[in-house]
């Protein structure tokens, strides 16, 4: 086990995930941070109960709200699917004190107003320049680190960890309409305007978190605000981003170069389904502390959610795929065992439920398959307007 300091560049998710767990076995984990005062952008997350099993302490400080059920929406049909456990609705920036905290407490430290500006990498240990005030710099000597700095972090852009697929995510805080069944989250597919969904995920009895992915910031925002109005809601506050999606193999997942570890949105791990990177990019931040803290290679202690996160980009070619008819077609199939089968299997686990889900409605193999043929021939270079077009013939 290390006993040298493991630097840790961006105290968000992944980043504090990894520290706390080193911290917990005793490897002296630093974590530099950008943010002074620390101040982690307000926004509504849902994550599976997945999120619960990642940790040793109850969150309760940052848990808004617990979901019990989906409702989904096509064009044409509506489904509804209860959860055998519960969704979790966090609130991210209480959720991220929280974890500094933990940090803290189990002997790890967190320096804010570090902001990393380059690594020197033409000699080993590497050296990371840190800005830490005006004309105050800060260097630090690291033979491995790991970089947790999000989609637009340094340390991904010196690993060279481009090419992933970037969306924009725009949420709204509403008040909830009246006809939203309680502790449920709904659902619309529309093809016409996104290849993913729109989202209303209550945060409380009274209010909720509406939202879209779309290509560009500016896109999601005028969609968003169109679909707000047809829904007749009223935006309180707006929550806006970008997440890269994770690719189809998993090869071509940037993790980093052995010495630098990539972890989080940094190294693309946000499931293609749904955007939810949380999890994923906890589980990524874990693996790297376990290789960090054993010498084992990243690439093994990462395999279990590379697998499952590329099992979600193959689901999102086949939804890309999909026309309005196909959903139509999918909710239309959702029978009372199909039902069951969903809610028991969570988004976290996806390669674990592939085949029970299919199973339990074998209509959805010829259905995914049918779109998977389309897809492959090229859905990237459709837009959801083309895709309708030609469902429609
Ligand atoms: C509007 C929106 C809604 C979302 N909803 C959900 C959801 O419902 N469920 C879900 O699971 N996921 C959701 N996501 C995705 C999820 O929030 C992210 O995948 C997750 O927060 C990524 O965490 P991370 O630790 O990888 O990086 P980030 O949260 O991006 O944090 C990176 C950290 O690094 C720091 N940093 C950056 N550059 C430097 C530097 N040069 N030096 C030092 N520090 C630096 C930053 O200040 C920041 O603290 C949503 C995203 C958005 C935008």
Redesign the pocket.
């Known amino acids: 086990m290390q006993s040298v300091p493991l630097s840790i ?9 990894a520290a706390w767990y080193l911290a917990r076995q005793g490897v002296p984990a630093l974590v ?4 002074a005062p ?1 101040q ?2 307000e ?5 599976t109960p997945a ?1 619960l099993r990642l940790l040793d302490f109850d969150p309760r400080e940052a848990i808004l709200y617990r979901v019990r059920g989906y409702e989904l929406i096509s064009r044409g049909a509506s489904a509804c699917i209860p959860l055998r456990e519960p969704d979790i ?2 609130d ?1 920036a209480r959720f ?1 004190h929280l974890l500094v905290h933990r940090v803290k407490e189990a002997g790890g430290e967190v320096f804010f107003g ?4 380059d690594i020197r990498t033409d000699r080993v240990p590497y050296i990371l320049r ?1 800005a830490t005030g005006e004309n105050r710099e800060r260097w630090v000597v690291a033979w491995r680190f790991l970089g ?8 991904s852009r010196i690993a060279q960890a481009d090419g992933l697929e970037e969306v ?4 709204a805080r509403v008040l909830l309409p009246g006809d939203l069944p309680p502790d449920t989250v709904r659902v619309w597919f529309d093809r016409a305007t996104t290849r993913f969904f729109y ?1 209303l ?1 209550p945060e409380s009895p009274h209010t909720g ?1 509406a ?1 879209l992915v779309a290509k560009t910031p500016g896109e999601a925002r005028r969609l968003l605000e169109e679909f707000l109005r047809a829904q007749g809601l009223e935006p309180l506050a707006w ?6 999606l994770f690719p189809l193999s998993f090869g071509r997942a940037p993790m980093g170069d052995g010495r630098i570890l990539l ?5 693309g ?3 293609g389904t ?9 589980r ?2 874990l693996a790297a502390a376990r290789s960090l803290a054993a010498g084992t290679f990243y690439d093994a202690e990462s395999r279990l959610l590379r697998r499952e996160l590329a099992f979600h980009a193959l689901v999102r070619r086949v939804l890309d795929a999909f026309t309005d008819e196909d959903y139509d077609a999918l909710l239309g199939l959702l029978n009372r065992r199909a039902c069951s089968v969903l809610g028991r299997y969570h988004r976290d686990d996806l390669a674990r439920g592939l085949g029970p889900i299919l199973l339990s409605q074998p209509r959805w193999l010829l259905l995914g398959a049918r779109a998977l043929v389309r897809g492959l021939r090229g859905p990237g270079n459709r837009s959801p307007e083309t895709s309708r077009r030609e469902g429609a013939v």
């Open positions: 560049v961006g105290a968000s998710a992944a980043g504090l995930a530099y941070e950008a943010q620390y982690p952008a926004r509504t997350l849902i994550v999120f609705v966090l991210r991220l570090h902001r990393l500006m840190f947790a700095d999000g989609l637009s972090g340094q340390v924009a995510l725009c949420q989202w995920i978190a939202g929550q806006e981003g970008q997440a890269p972890a989080g949105d940094a190294a791990q946000v499931k749904t955007v939810g990177g949380l999890v994923a990019g906890m990524g931040g």
